[in-house]
């Protein structure tokens, strides 16, 4: 999943994280978006409505990508330092325990087990 179409999740985490992060991305009013019209589209400019770092999703995104999978991807580290710990959010579908849910030691083995000594 994480490959696929030539790292699409990648490229579209780190235009999200830029674009959140407050830099100018590249945007081309031009580019038929599904149902724009539906909404008033397609727009002239980029949205700056909800822009911030305000969901709880970038943990996924960068412990698979720069910690699992070693990419590059400096937008998805600056959001780490920046927005670490997530914070308290429970009335969404990232409940905000990234940390807990995606971090690993990457010393262990996928086939590690755990025993009690007697």
């Not at 407050?22 to 400019?45: H, I, M, Q, S």
């Not at 999978?69 to 580290?77: C, D, Q, V």
Request: glycine share 6%; aromatic share 16%.
């Amino acid at each position: 999943m994480f490959s696929f179409l030539d790292s699409a999740l990648l490229k579209g985490a780190e235009y999200s994280a830029k674009y959140n992060l407050n830099y100018t991305v590249e945007y081309d009013p031009d580019f038929y978006r599904c149902e724009a019209v539906l909404v008033d589209g397609p727009w002239k400019t980029i949205s700056s409505v909800a822009r911030g770092l305000t969901r709880p999703v970038w943990d996924l995104l960068y412990y698979q990508f720069n910690q699992r999978l070693g990419r590059s991807a400096p937008f998805l580290s600056e959001v780490k330092q920046k927005k670490d710990p997530e914070g308290h959010v429970t009335n969404n579908d990232a409940p905000s325990w990234g940390d807990l849910i995606w971090a690993y030691d990457s010393g262990l083995t996928s086939n590690a087990s755990f025993s009690s000594s007697s």
